[in-house]
């Protein structure tokens, strides 16, 4: 599943297209969303916005139009008049006079009044945005302490939409890494600095793989690694999907656990148990 800085790079490609543009012809692939075609058709885009990883893209007129990838959906951009050459399903397509915003495989799709968003079952319950500018790590160090998340094991809080949202499975396993931190820590344990840490390698980690489009590792050893000719999916992580290899910190080996149905990733030796 795409996490928040994959969704929020959708975003910036379709904004890139539609934002004040009108949108001339709205087509929807699932039959109860047809009657809303009229609604949005000859309106103009205002932003596209992501909470987490949702997508919400705001029309002039006091409308929206709310999705959620899911496992399978994806959008594509294009050239008006140019559709991709796939055997996914269409789901919507937003055509303006030069362009196209298409979303495939998607089910999770509904429009929506823009004042009445926060009543979104999604959305109603979900934490801040973990790419929002607004996220500082002082409010992040502020909810490990708050007592609905100071009971959580770091690895379920961090799945969890409600205290961050946008957080998936590599950002966690990567975010745990950076801070140094045993992922069975519960959050109301850490230390003052523990806390810190752990704040200010959420918002790190994670705008770093928005900004580099997936790579979390610091610049200079991620060069270094393609430098010595390793593949972009050798490159991106410190231990997310790197079980059997040897930690870059620090030459141990990245182990590999299951917890929930989902994997987890963590290096023993930089992210000791706590005693």
């Known amino acids: 599943m795409p996490e928040g800085p994959e969704i929020r790079r959708a975003a910036d490609r379709i904004e890139a297209v539609l934002a004040g543009e009108i949108v001339e012809a709205v087509r929807f692939g699932l039959p109860r969303l047809r009657h809303h075609a009229p609604t949005l058709r000859g309106h103009r885009v205002t932003a596209v916005e992501t909470r987490g990883k949702a997508l919400l893209t705001h029309f002039e007129h006091g ?45 999770d799709i509904s429009v929506w009044r823009t004042e009445e968003l926060a009543e979104h079952p999604f959305l109603a319950r979900i934490g801040p945005d973990i790419l929002s500018p607004e996220l500082s790590w002082q409010l992040i160090a502020a909810r490990l302490r708050e007592a609905r998340f100071a009971r959580r094991q770091l690895a379920d809080l961090y799945l969890d939409q409600a205290f961050l949202a946008g957080v998936g499975n590599y950002l966690r396993a990567e975010i745990l890494f950076s801070a140094g931190l045993d992922s069975a820590r519960r959050a109301g344990d850490l230390g003052r600095g523990e806390r810190g840490r752990l704040a200010r390698a959420t918002l790190a980690v994670s705008r770093r793989s928005y900004e580099t489009g997936g790579i979390v590792l610091p610049p200079r050893l991620a060069d270094r690694l393609e430098r010595e000719g390793l593949q ?19 030459g141990g080996e990245v182990q590999r656990s299951e917890r929930g149905g989902r994997r987890l990733y963590h290096c023993p030796a930089c992210q000791p148990a706590a005693a």
């Open 232 to 250: 972009r999916e050798r490159r991106r992580f410190f231990v997310f999907g790197r079980d059997g290899h040897p930690c870059y910190r620090c």
């Open 63 to 107: 409308w929206s139009l709310y999705s959620h990838n899911q496992l399978y959906g994806v959008w594509r951009v294009q050239r008006r008049g140019r559709l991709p050459k796939t055997n996914r399903s269409l789901r919507v397509a937003l055509h303006t006079a030069s362009h196209s915003a298409l979303l495939y495989s998607a089910s």
